[in-house]
């Protein structure tokens, strides 16, 4: 691509009332985030600070079902892939945190390229698309089992090198709540914005025309293949990110960070906050994290359950997918208006 | 010929079971155009079923019989409180029958616990076949899996019911302006399809371990052969379940079964990607 197309596709136009109404929820958002750790408990904070890592998680998918359409049913996956090329390269190979994150973000990434090409030129979409990444994420969980004595099986990994970064010479290590909690909280800020930013201009005007209609699309002349194989890379290697930067936060890494609960779950927060407006998701996140906490101080087995009836109520309750909500609430100007129309498909 | 017998039987056996839970998949797919990821969970069904019975004393025997009838029930259970109300939205099937997936493998485990369930195979033994010794109940499972589909073809092909069947398949508007009452064929299909699923559950169950989230690993297979064999017609149920048994026995024996796994998931994706139809066309 060159760089002048490159410039049409993302040039930033002028705020309208939207941009504004999506940069002050944003900004009252993290601001909230910035001051909590004054009067928030260590407990509290590392609560807050892996849903925020999360949100990362959240926002890669919104990213693709909400400007594609195309819903990646396995998107844990891609989270996974992330996590365990980290904690394999950081604990075994003993690589520095920026190389292993950068790796992790490539292995997510190559599977993301090689899985979607075959699918999305194979003109697989839509509930085929769910399907095939539901598959991937069983098996990648498959894979993790079975090969106990290189990612531990079922108890994991445990005792993750913490992050480091070496610049000019010196060396900043992440440990300890607020400087974790911090870090957590730039990188959601800088993906919500960098994805905010990306998609504001004619880039996210094609991905949604893609949406609407792909044979319209390319009519246009766009390319819907191509745009579909690149957002599904981006989106995977954003939740690979995700994924590796959680682990080493956590120093562990366990076969759930790539099964199929997961995957359900980054749907759920991806659906209540509202497909397709990025911020939504985000709180989305912040909130089911928040119920899932409340839920398993009662019983740790409770949750899968509540998650599906969740599954089933959305599909009921809300018709149109819960998408109605997110308009409900766009109409009230709180999620920046509510981009996502029609069913959630 | 001392492992070709048994890795041939072995192969057999898992086709076997693929055809029974991928028929009745294939079969609502065709009809309803519905994704029914709980489908594994009828499977679950019954082999929990003949666990069951057999711990209450009961013979194999009476769970065979009676776990098809247990996925029947369930099955139009099911079928009226989710499905029928998602025909014409079937992304959104995916989300609901995922959700009841969930929920019935986690009440499974709530009831029974996450232990695997004790289940008894009712022949142990093993028959000589040409001087290589056979499991009996791989032959026997086979044998009963042939004569059940056997049963199904004639029925989709002779039965009233069949034809309607492939009326609703092949125009659903039109079988409806004929006077097929769709509501309760795809009722019953659906139900139909449950119990099959229910009954391999019970023929597979002496050969795995029995536990609450078994159905999962079947899903994905028979999603696959539902994929690679096209939808909607017993041929192409037939010709998914032997490529996917196939190729998973044959790599079973020769690489990790993780990796046969992964790579039969990768051959699926690359047929979907050359014949997106499936290997038999409607």
Redesign the interface.
């Known amino acids: 691509m060159s760089l002048s197309r490159a410039a049409v596709l993302f040039r930033q136009s002028p705020l309208v009332r939207r941009d504004r109404a999506f940069l002050a929820s944003a900004a009252g958002l993290f601001l909230l985030l910035l001051i909590y750790p004054f009067w928030g408990d260590s407990y509290g904070l590392s609560v807050m600070r892996d849903a925020l890592i999360m949100s990362v998680f959240a926002l890669s998918l919104d990213f693709m079902w909400g400007q594609t359409g195309l819903?990646s049913?396995g998107h844990s996956t891609f989270f996974g892939a992330g996590a365990y090329t980290m904690a394999l390269l950081t604990l075994k190979a003993g690589v520095g945190s920026l190389t292993a994150l950068l790796a992790a973000m490539a292995a997510s990434a190559v599977v993301a390229l090689l899985?979607g090409y075959?699918?999305i030129?194979?003109?697989?979409r839509?509930?085929?698309f769910?399907?095939?990444t539901?598959?991937?994420a069983?098996?990648g969980q498959?894979?993790i089992?079975?090969?106990a004595d290189l990612t531990g099986g079922d108890a994991g990994l445990i005792d993750l090198p913490f992050l480091s970064f070496g610049i000019n010479g010196a060396k900043f290590t992440f440990s300890g709540d607020k400087p974790l909690y911090f870090f957590a909280l730039g990188l959601a800020a800088v993906v919500l914005l960098g994805l905010w930013l990306a998609v504001r201009g004619s880039y996210g005007k094609i991905l949604r025309a893609i949406q609407s209609s792909e044979q319209r699309a390319q009519a246009l002349g766009h390319n819907a293949a191509a745009h579909l194989l690149v957002a599904f890379t981006v989106s995977a290697m954003l939740a690979g990110l995700s994924g590796a930067v959680f682990t080493s936060v956590q120093g562990i890494v366990t076969p759930e960070l790539i099964g199929?609960?997961l995957a359900?779950e980054v749907?759920v927060w991806v659906a209540v906050g509202g497909r397709g407006s990025l911020i939504g998701p985000m709180i989305g996140c912040f909130l089911v994290v928040r119920m899932r906490q409340e839920i398993s101080s009662v019983s740790t087995?409770?949750w899968?359950?509540v998650?599906?009836?969740?599954?089933?109520?959305?599909?009921?309750a809300a018709p149109g997918?819960i998408m109605t909500l997110a308009r409900w609430l766009g109409s009230l100007r709180i999620l920046g208006g509510g981009r996502g129309k029609g069913?959630?498909? | 010929m001392e492992t070709a017998l048994p890795a041939a039987l072995n192969a057999l056996t898992l086709i076997s079971i693929l055809m029974l839970v991928g028929l009745g998949m294939a079969i609502i797919f065709g009809m309803m155009g519905v994704?029914n990821?709980a489908h594994g969970e009828f499977m679950t069904l019954g082999a929990f079923t003949l666990s069951c019975i057999q711990t209450l004393g009961g013979s194999y025997w009476l769970g065979l019989a009676l776990a098809p009838l247990v996925g029947l029930a369930f099955g139009f259970l099911i079928e009226g409180l989710?499905i029928r109300?998602?025909y014409s939205?079937?992304?959104?099937?995916?989300?609901?029958t995922?959700?009841?997936?969930?929920?019935i493998?986690?009440?499974l485990?709530?009831i029974f616990g996450s232990a695997m369930q004790p289940v008894f195979n009712p022949f142990e033994g093993a028959v000589s076949i040409l001087g290589v010794a056979c499991p009996a109940y791989r032959l026997f499972l086979v044998a009963f899996t042939g004569l059940v589909i056997a049963l199904c073809l004639l029925a989709f092909r002779r039965s009233q019911f069949g034809l309607d069947l492939r009326a609703v398949i092949q125009d659903r508007d039109m079988a409806a302006a004929m006077g097929i009452n769709i509501k309760r064929t795809n009722s019953l299909a659906f139900a139909i399809g449950a119990a099959l699923a229910a009954l391999s559950g019970v023929l597979v169950a002496p050969l795995v371990t029995v536990y609450a989230w078994m159905g999962?690993?079947f899903?994905?297979k028979a999603?696959?052969v539902v994929?690679v064999g096209g939808t909607g017609t017993i041929a192409g149920v037939a010709a998914g379940s032997a490529l996917i048994g196939f190729l998973e026995t044959f790599f079973n024996y020769t690489i990790?079964?993780?990796?046969a796994?992964?790579l039969v998931?990768i051959l699926a994706?690359?047929i979907?990607?050359?014949r997106?139809q499936g290997l038999v066309r409607r």
């Open positions: 819903l049913f899985v075959f699918l030129y194979a003109g697989v839509r509930e085929y769910a399907i095939v539901l598959a991937l069983l098996i498959q894979i089992l079975s090969f199929p609960i359900t749907i087995t409770l899968p359950l998650l599906g009836a969740f599954f089933v109520l959305v599909v009921f997918g069913a959630a498909r | 994704i990821l989710v109300h998602l939205r079937p992304f959104e099937t995916i989300l609901a995922w959700g009841v997936s969930l929920i493998q986690k009440l485990e709530i999962v690993t899903l994905s999603f696959f994929i990790h079964s993780s990796l796994q992964a998931l994706v690359v979907f990607r050359f997106p």
